[in-house]
């Protein structure tokens, strides 16, 4: 068994396996031998296209790009209706880029719909691109272009592109005979720039560097110049081919010198890549050649035309037939079927086969392997991760399953089931009818989002699903049936009432669901009335009310605010049927939700009360109008304003019968008309005071006669009118009349507010005339206030009342020792009584 299992293994400075992943069903009219290849990485689409060389009319003829899977099944055509094509490649979205002589880059998806354009500036628009590369980097998938005039431009990433030049070669007028870009570093220092020959020199161009650096790497056959330079994926190595036929392998810095390795061959390869990092692919007319690092070499020949797509670990060979892996063979498969190899994963893989045909065989195997048990389990369940044939993975993750029983190891257990699963997934996505040959690196590499991603991609939505639910992805099913709902409203031949039915009751009870972003993409494909309804499923009105303006349907979408209680949604719409409809339809419209029109009023009332008062005009709410007359004359600082306002107010109110709110404005307007005459008299503000304040304000300027009449015209109570004449006396601090005031008859107020306005200026004296008129109940505290604490005791003596003489004596002060001992001996007479 171990002999079939590396019948296709073959050595250089390590052992490498060639083998077929599936049988091509091509559909072209023409061979590969005349076609431009582009391979998306990680089993991504196959772009094909005529070479313009074997076009026959290249005026006339406009070129056809196909785009196949990796069985040679048909995906889609785009018609190349743009300038000339210079380069075609793939982002990490498997999004096609076509590089245009002119600089634009056009992006398709695999189903040739057009995505966007983008532009690598004026400069190389007006020079022309003469070459381009798709690199690998750090940020992304990066764009590099070369110029007629030997200039260099690069972007980082295609999904945000930023120009960026590099420094020019000297003699940059002279041809240049072979280029690449070199990428290095992780992505917080990334270190992106390029190796660009010229005959024998090497320069560097790097970004950040004012200017080329000479490289010479140290090549011992003669030749005269580089005609191709490839870097390997990390950056870290490269590979030079000179025209005499020698293949130069060193560092990427051209210091060190792995190998220097006579082809024999001097045509220019059509392809040169890199197998992982250790092996050197080269394609010569219709033979394929494989070199290690220490100068070994194996050939195989083709019946027909082919090319290599390199990947991060292994090269993939299309062919018009087949579709072929070349890897390096993993180190723990190799442990276990190398024939000169006795590894325990070996006996246990042993074991697991005289287990199954009942031999005695199997105890002994795994007694002798029984202290390395477990590494012998774990090497057969990385082996089984490795391999692409089902039956080699059974036979492996079979002899995990037999070692594991003998001993218990949660985190070998974990891993184990873990692997199982993502064989299954791998097993699924490798399948011809969907033909994604991944390796377990690369999808380790990528991670489940992005292979669900891809799934999604090719609308294989069935299968996504079944994934995201096996691997128990986090929102995984949601992110599926999302984009299956976006594609199903695209399709043209179903109808609305069924594909909103069948939306619905797919997407029932699956969480995380945006109906209004389905909706959104049906909207966009001309398909209102689909959208419509799937609106109908949304459950978040923030999300289905604005979709629903956009779409037109106000009247739904004020009904869906309303019914949602949200007034911030309400408003939203209010305000985007007020701009879009005419007055009167607007007006009917609102009318018919409560909500929504009591809202549109508090809105007018803040921000628009011309509008508010045509509401309440076509209402005849004679009060509303009302209200807003008083607050125009609230607002004007002309007099004559104010008073119009107010007259208009007091005749909306008659007209609702509205006697006492006519009698107010009426006032109000006279008492403004006064207010007015005030004003001119003394040059200051008086109009929009309150009465109130219109009377204080003449009591400090001691017109207390037109203080006294504007109290009596307008029935002020007598209670304010005494707090106001004891404050204003009081701030202007004339004691004499304010001890008239309080003589010329009895206060309505009392005399407390006297004691209050003398202690406010600290005037105890005077404080003490009012004192004694206080009211019993309150006079020990007043006396306490204005700190007579002898004079409160004996009031509180006199009144017999010993709580208050206790409050006297804690408020009398520690060091007023004779008052402290006046108080107690008053306490202790009282208490003797």
């Not at 296709?8 to 400075?13: A, Y």
């Not at 979205?93 to 634009?104: K, N």
């Not at 993409?521 to 923030?542: F, V």
């Not at 206790?806 to 004779?818: E, G, T």
Request: net charge positive; hydrophobic share 40%; aromatic share 10%.
């Amino acid at each position: 068994m171990s002999a079939l299992l590396t019948a296709d293994w073959f050595q250089l400075d390590a052992y490498y396996r060639k083998f077929d992943l599936y049988n091509m069903v091509w559909s072209m009219d023409e061979g590969l031998g005349t076609m431009i290849v582009s391979g998306a990485p990680y089993g991504g689409p196959v772009a094909v296209v005529r070479d313009r060389k074997y076009v026959r009319n290249p005026g006339t003829a406009k070129p056809i790009i196909t785009i196949y899977n990796c069985v040679g099944n048909i995906i889609s055509k785009i018609v190349w209706n743009s300038g000339n094509l210079v380069h075609m490649g793939w982002s990490d979205g498997e999004q096609l880029l076509c590089v245009q002589e002119s600089g634009d880059v056009l992006l398709y998806d695999m189903f040739g719909a057009y995505q966007k354009t983008f532009s690598m500036g004026q400069e190389v628009r007006d020079t022309k691109v003469c070459k381009a590369q798709l690199f690998s980097n750090p940020h992304g998938i990066g764009l590099a272009v070369m110029t007629t005039t030997n200039r260099m431009y690069l972007l980082s990433n295609v999904s945000d592109p930023k120009i960026r030049s590099v420094p020019d070669i000297p003699r940059a007028n002279e041809p240049i005979s072979s280029w690449c870009v070199l990428s290095s570093g992780l992505r917080s220092s990334a270190v992106i720039g390029f190796l660009v020959c010229r005959d024998k020199e090497v320069y560097r161009c790097q970004l950040g560097e004012s200017r080329a650096v000479l490289m010479r790497p140290d090549i011992n056959n003669t030749y005269t110049q580089i005609i191709t330079i490839v870097p390997s994926q990390n950056g870290r190595h490269v590979v030079l081919f000179t025209d005499s036929g020698i293949l130069w392998i060193g560092s990427s810095d051209l210091k060190n010198k792995y190998c220097e390795i006579d082809t024999k061959l001097i045509k220019q390869p059509k392809g040169l890549v890199w197998c992982g990092s250790q092996a050197i692919v080269g394609h010569w007319d219709d033979t394929m050649y494989i070199y290690g690092f220490n100068g070994s070499v194996v050939k195989y020949p083709y019946d027909g035309p082919f090319h290599l797509i390199q990947e991060m670990d292994c090269v993939r060979i299309i062919s018009e037939m087949s579709h072929e892996m070349l890897q390096k063979v993993p180190l723990v498969v190799e442990k276990i079927f190398r024939l000169t190899n006795i590894a325990p994963a070996t006996y246990l893989v042993e074991a697991s086969k005289e287990f199954q045909n009942r031999s005695h065989k199997a105890d002994e195997h795994i007694r002798y392997i029984k202290a390395d048990l477990s590494t012998a389990v774990q090497d057969c369940i990385d082996a089984a991760a490795f391999e692409f044939n089902a039956d080699v993975q059974k036979m492996l993750i079979r002899a995990a399953q037999f070692g594991k029983g003998f001993i218990m190891d949660p985190v070998l257990t974990e891993h184990y089931v873990s692997t199982c699963r993502w064989l299954r997934v791998l097993n699924a996505v490798r399948d011809p009818r969907v033909a994604i040959p991944l390796t377990f690196l690369q999808v380790q590499n990528l991670g489940e989002r992005i292979l669900l991603d891809r799934l999604i991609w090719r609308r294989l939505h069935c299968l996504a699903e079944h994934i995201a639910s096996y691997l128990q992805l986090k929102d995984g099913r949601t992110r599926v049936l999302s984009h299956w709902a976006c594609y199903k409203v695209t399709q043209p031949h179903l109808d609305n009432e069924s594909a909103a039915r069948e939306i619905g009751e797919k997407l029932r009870n699956i969480p995380g669901i945006s109906y209004s972003t389905i909706a959104m993409k049906a909207a966009e494909k001309g398909r209102k009335a689909l959208a419509i309804k799937i609106l109908e499923y949304e459950t978040h009105s923030k999300l289905q009310v604005p979709l629903l303006l956009t779409l037109g349907e106000g009247p739904s979408a004020l009904l869906k605010a309303t019914a949602s209680g949200d007034t911030d949604l309400v408003y939203i719409v209010l305000l985007h049927l007020k701009e879009k409809m005419g007055k009167h339809e607007f007006e009917l419209t609102i009318r018919s939700f409560p909500l929504a029109h009591a809202l549109y009023i508090k809105y007018c009332a803040r921000h628009n009360r011309e509008a508010l008062r045509k509401v309440y005009v076509q209402e005849d709410d004679f009060t509303g109008q009302a209200a807003t007359h008083i607050r125009d004359a609230l607002d004007h600082t002309n007099p004559g304003s104010a008073e119009a306002s107010l007259i208009s107010a007091r005749e909306c109110y008659k007209k609702g019968k509205n006697d006492l709110g006519a009698s107010i404005c009426e006032e109000a307007r006279k008492l403004i008309k006064q207010q007015s005459s005030l004003q001119e008299t003394y040059g200051e503000s008086f109009v929009g005071l309150s009465l109130h304040d219109t009377v204080k304000k003449l009591l400090d300027h001691g017109e207390v006669k037109l203080a006294d009449k504007l109290r009596s015209e307008y029935r002020m109570p007598d209670r304010r009118y005494w707090w106001l004449r004891i404050i204003a006396l009081a701030d202007k601090q004339d004691w004499t009349e304010l001890e008239k005031l309080s003589k010329s008859k009895k206060s309505p107020v009392g005399y407390e507010p006297f004691v209050d306005a003398c202690l406010k200026y600290c005037n105890y004296d005077e404080a003490l005339k009012y004192l004694p008129k206080c009211r019993d109940d309150i006079k020990v505290k007043y006396y306490v206030k204005a700190e007579f604490y002898e004079e409160a005791a004996q009031v509180a003596f006199d009144q017999k009342d010993d709580i208050a003489l206790v409050f006297v004596l804690n408020k009398c002060p520690a060091r007023d020792s004779a008052a402290h001992a006046k108080i107690q001996a008053l306490l202790d007479q009282l208490n003797k009584k």
